[in-house]
């Protein structure tokens, strides 16, 4: 890695136009003395290239389209392959990065050379409530990953050796069933490779939305989740883990209304942590 690597920010998109120029902006404004490109990935709807305009001294804004799988993951890909940055950085179109993120995070790779992937801290707004979300930790290990997903790892705090994920553990994996946790996987897949640094800072300003996408999807909820214990056989050896995500399925079978299906991963949790609770919750709702 040269002293001031270049940085290509993937930042997927759709239907978000004016969220998507204040992202790109946070970007650019970034004062990292490196080049930074940042290449937007519009999925299923129409590039708009003025955002070419916003462009400035050793910041490049590049417009492509997802010619992968459609959806978010196929989006990063695209994006990723597209890329010349000797780093890779992730953003939604709907969060900011909020200033001297990236310098810090290029310096925390560059004092590891062992390390590929850092993440940081967040600053959540959701129904005009603001609050920092930040993990007391300075490297995330597989095994933490397997006991908690920590949602403080948000995917628009990510910066990657480009080298990591062209050659090393990889893209992110567009076969999850509905592309329900791609980011999870993503994480654990990396952590497999190598623990991930963590700064103690909130560093993005990420907006959490009243309606998800899976909020009613509750048969590819059982799915994904089900293709992932099955790829992470680590699981087993984690027995809180393993329960927080097969008491998800669980709930999952009990909302969708198959009860049998319910009471069979409410039984398998419960034998791994009886301390669960999504496994009452979802007897509760079965019940």
Partial sequence: ???????????????????????????????????????????QSTPDESLGGLAGPDRAVRVIRNGRTPGLAGARNSGTLAAEGELVAFCDDDDEWLPGKLTAQVEALAADPEAEFVCCGIRVTYDGNTVDRVLDKDRITLDDLLRDRMTELHPSTFLIRAAALRDGF????EEIPGSYAEDY????????????????????LVRWHKRSYFAQ???????????????????????????????????????????RGALRW????????PREPRAYLALAVAG
């Fill in 1 to 43: 890695m040269t002293g001031q690597p270049s940085v290509s920010v993937v930042v997927p998109t759709r239907d978000r136009p004016e969220l998507l120029r204040a992202a790109v902006r946070a970007i650019l404004a970034q004062e990292y003395p490196g080049p930074v490109e940042v290449v937007v990935v519009f999925d």
């Fill in 170 to 173: 990889g893209l992110v994996d």
């Fill in 185 to 204: 996987e993503f994480l654990l897949r990396a952590a497999r490779s190598a623990p991930l640094i963590n700064l103690r800072t909130p560093s993005v």
């Fill in 217 to 259: 999807r509750w048969d590819t909820i059982s799915e994904a989740l089900q293709w992932l214990l099955l790829r992470y056989p680590e699981f087993a050896g984690q027995p809180a883990g393993e329960a927080r995500v097969t008491g998800q399925i669980a709930f999952a079978h009990a909302a969708s209304g198959d009860r």
């Fill in 266 to 273: 409410a039984r398998r949790t419960l034998r791994s942590n």
